[in-house]
């Protein structure tokens, strides 16, 4: 019968709750899964649901919603050889752990998993344009997966530039440090510091948007710009380096700086370019690291 008050716990009750648990808890598939090894055992058809399973149940319920949420189910676990009781939020914890999965609120202590920051710097003027761009390699798409899945996230940021010289250069210094971080999560992607207004901003960009050809995530134009330099402006790019159904291990992040100023003169873009690169996996309180350690490099810096 289907899982009720006054009904039996039965196996297929049990098993049902079980699959869904472990496809956000074990391998999952796709922005599903955490990758943790202690998934449940279903029961035989015939089987009784024992307390001890009933517990367990509950635990990694626990767990999932206490990584993402910062809370518990609220779920009351049985004793060993206790009659285990029915439970009327069971299905509701379940879903709403389903639709929580990719939040990373009660477990937000990120932590740095390339093994500090990673930096590209370029100290020769500019006319056109500068771009720079890092690769971050993991070990396994699941892996992969398992960092943002986690709530792990990636970012590259303009803001670290130094340019000086003429009023061009000053101008570009200004649009660096507005244009701030772009951050890439599993599904989304936002900004963080700097200021003023992107031109584009593309919220949807997450990781499991990517394909293997650049995405524009995030564009802005000088706040700031004087005679005629506002038509200049700094992007973000984002790609994988095959496509998701090919298993896809790499990451790349680009910045570029593309000069537009139609000017004669003050011509060059002087001082140092830089973009720096940070992976920050998910911290490890209610769930092990399963996503390994990753490798950035330097890909482009023309």
């Known amino acids: 019968m289907t899982y009720a008050q006054g009904g039996l716990i039965e196996a297929t009750d049990y098993n049902g709750f079980v699959s869904s648990v472990n496809a956000l808890w074990g391998v999952g598939s796709s922005d599903s899964g ?47 050889g206790d009659t285990i009781a029915y439970l009327s939020t ?25 093994g500090g920051t990673k930096t590209i710097s370029n100290a020769a003027g500019f006319t056109t344009t500068r771009t720079q761009e890092f690769s971050i390699t993991f070990s396994s798409y699941n892996q992969m997966r398992y ?8 970012t590259i940021t303009a803001a670290n530039s130094s340019f000086s010289g003429n009023t061009k250069s000053t101008d570009w210094n200004s649009l660096s440090t ?38 524009l995530v995030m564009r802005q134009y000088s706040p700031t ?11 973000s790019f984002a790609r994988l380096n095959v496509a998701h159904a090919s298993s896809p291990t790499i990451i790349y992040l680009k910045i570029v700086f593309q000069d537009d100023a139609a000017d004669t003169f003050d011509d060059t873009v002087s001082g140092t370019a830089r973009t720096d690169c940070t992976a920050r996996a998910s911290g490890v309180t209610y769930i092990s690291n399963t996503w390994g350690s990753q490798t950035a490099a330097n890909t482009v810096n023309t």
């Open 178 to 215: 507005a244009f701030g971080t772009t951050i890439i999560r599993a599904q989304t992607s936002a900004k963080s510091g700097g200021s003023g207004t992107l031109s584009t901003n593309n919220t949807n960009a997450g990781f499991y948007d990517l394909t293997t050809t650049d995405t």
């Open 225 to 235: 710009a004087t005679g005629g330099y506002n038509t200049s402006y700094i992007s």
């Open 90 to 114: 069971m299905s509701s914890q379940i879903s709403t752990a389903t639709t929580n999965r990719l939040n990373v609120t009660g477990d937000g202590n990120a932590v740095d998993s390339l």
């Open 34 to 80: 955490y990758g943790q090894a202690t998934t449940l055992s279903s029961v035989s058809a015939a089987g009784t649901v024992t307390a001890t399973q009933w517990s367990d149940l509950i635990a990694r319920i626990n767990s999932i919603r206490q990584h993402a949420d910062n809370t518990t189910s609220g779920l009351t676990s049985p004793s060993a």
């Open 147 to 154: 960092f943002f899945n986690t709530g792990g996230y990636v």
